[in-house]
């Protein structure tokens, strides 16, 4: 046996009295985790050198962390054989829950961006919560969303350790609660670096009140470990969207308090109680506007415990902060109610004000009166964007459209202010989950041809290129994509019930459910083929499987309502025998990081049919592209540079441009459209005509509403489905023809990998610290 694996088996006996035959999974899953935890202590224990760069975010989506962290300390396949050895599938830790903090997108990046840092060695530290329940857990009953709390922590926690000593105490107006610090190791690949991520946990200082026990009040005996624990409960189900509640406030200055508190006292403790040398050490990343409540807390430690005056402190804070805004919607762009604000956080507040003063200065030298765009401080509301743009020196988009969006449109007051502050970091995904661990069989081929260099050095793909000219190259990428749908249909089956037929093309759309993402766009144009197969509008169409995966937010009902339409369209499909043998729609259900890597490898067609404009960047694309599947999307986010880089040529493009909305905005008039095209009338009439049902709820004639007569709130079909319905068909029939020639389909996937080299986090973690941090 080797080591490792005698440590696991030790491990088994010293925790739980049992062996390698006899242990649950669970046990396994701890004794493994504890056994990988011993083996890169020291390393961990290891202080950091010069500057730490500091990520400050609400949300990270780490998904399962045993396979991941096993990879990069080079144990996974010792693991593996151990288990094999003891007859144990090694797909065992399967069942184990994901870390689901965080929504979407923007917590999934910031789990990419520790594993790019520590494999790279540079000091990144995360900050964040450990909410005790996370993302919830979704399931369908007849069809519609129904959530379910996500107890993440009854499989325990063993890649934590609760660091007591280092708790430190975060007041509000209202309580004080204590913020105790669980840190977990971000391991690089090949276990060198092991930088650290620090989870809050809010705890109560008096969590049992004996007297109020005696008078038998019981539950006032423990209101106020209830009202501590509230905190870091759970974490808000909203993707893009602001919450703008108390308890969410609360949430904010919690980690960012606790965390700026530790940050200060390591401050202290290394170079002593001159603070005006602070951003020397210490680059602070705000990701997006939820910890932006940490500008003023800095403030307020340097003015009071650091003893400096305003000016000097604010020029600390600017020094010291950056700020990466994630989207433009509207909606997602935090603002608070001044009064909720001075009674959730009186002792901060001032801070805002002092702020707030300064800028007023600022606009009065630079001659600008009409300040209403500017002021942090207005019409009864805190903007949080704004204080993050003024008191920082950097505001980076995250692909480029988004970044010259904002420098552009969303906020080009501030552009013409500060034009010196405006940088782009088109973000990436670390091709060590993304693709060596969910794809071992793709990955393999590459090394085969290119050698290993690419998992650290992701620019090598680009070696890949002439393979895709190599007939036998194709064959086997063609012969991995079989081998993985249908691991994905052993997969689906286990999760959904559902039989995947693995000689379709697999088409696939997962992401959180909004409408700006267009999942309804997808449903019409799958009802379109539907429609044209029977009617025999379409012909030599290859057998396609459609594939959604994506949670609404429990309380955006429309999203509700495109969730339940596509499962209706989806019995509609899979129930007619005129069609079932060339359509299959599923909506495979509580979408997560671990589905996601069953997916995505199997995957032929990538859907990112975001309306152009409103999806700031995405990066299941990235993740597609580098699994081999072609881009199906508009000109959007980060599909423009992909494309720009594997050749429009090979994805589908289709769809009006920022640039023609741009155009049409004031007078686009869907209705026009529905009444001109048959085919849209037919997709949309669905809604209402009794083809499909809602079960009553009124959902479907809302979802008609909202496209035919619009909302209090917005246009008609505010997205421009109805616009880009008949390019979307039109690009999706195309790639449905060309599949059909699969070697010239390979070659289309081959130069996708091959092209994916800029899309690795690595890059991106690198320009953060070289253009923003200086690390
Ligand atoms: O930048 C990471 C991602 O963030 C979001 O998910 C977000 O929450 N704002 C955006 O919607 C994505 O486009 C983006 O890729």
Known sequence: MQPFQEAIVHKLREMYHTDMKSATTKQ????????????????????VQGKTACYLSAEFLLGRLIHSNLMNLGLLKETEDLLNSAGINPNVFEDVE??????????????????????????????????????????????????????????????????EDQKVRVNFGDQSVWAVPYDMPI???????????????AEAIQPFNFRLFNDQKYQEAVQQKNDAEAISAVLYPNDDTDAGKRLRLKQQYFFSSASLQSIFADYTAKCGTDYSKFAEQYAIQLNDTHPTVSIPELLRLLMTQGHMGFEPAFQVVQKTFAYTNHTIMAEALEKWNLSLFQSVLPEVYPYVVMIQNRLSNELVKKNITETGKYNIIQDGMIHMARMAIYSTHST???AKIHTEIIKHSALPEWYALYPERFNNKTNGVTQRRWLALCNRELADFITERIGSGWVTDFSQMSRLKPYAEDQSSRQRFLEIKQEKKNQLADYMYRKDRFGLNTSNIFDIQVKRLHEYKRQ??????????????????????????????????????????????????????????AVNRRMQVIFASNYNVSYAEKLIPAADISEQISTAGTEASGTSNMKF????????????????????????????IFGARVEDLDKIKDTYDPVKLYEKEPRIRRVVDTLIDGTLTDGGSGWFAELYDSLLKGASWHKPDNYYLLLDFLPYCDARLQANHDYADRQAFAKKCLLNIAAAGPFTSDRTIRQYADEIWHI
């Open 396 to 398: 980076n988009g995250v």
């Open 520 to 577: 309804l766009l997808n449903a019409f144009s799958i009802l379109d083929m539907y429609f044209g197969i029977k009617d025999g509008r379409i012909q030599g169409f290859h057998p396609t499987t459609f594939i959604f995966g994506a949670k609404a937010a429990p309380g955006y009902y429309r999203a509700k309502g495109i969730i339940k339409f596509i499962n209706e369209v989806a019995n509609l499909v899979n129930y007619d025998n």
């Open 187 to 201: 391991i690089g690949y090949g276990g060198k670096v092991v930088n650290t991520l620090r989870l809050w946990q």
């Open 625 to 652: 592209m580098m699994n081999g599947a072609v881009t199906l999307g508009t000109y959007d986010g980060a599909n423009i540079e992909i494309v720009q880089n594997a050749g429009e040529e090979n994805n589908y």
């Open 98 to 163: 994901d870390d689901a903090l965080g929504n979407g997108g923007l917590g999934r990046l910031a789990a990419c961006f520790l594993d790019s840092a520590a494999t790279q060695g540079i000091p990144l530290m995360g900050y964040g919560i450990r909410y005790r329940y996370g993302l919830f857990k979704q399931r369908f009953a007849y069809g519609y969303q129904e959530e379910d709390a996500d107890d993440w922590l009854a499989w325990g926690d063993p890649w934590s350790v609760r660091r």
């Open 28 to 47: 396994l899953y701890n004794a493994v985790s504890q056994a990988a935890m011993d083996t890169c202590r020291d390393t961990w224990a290891q202080p």
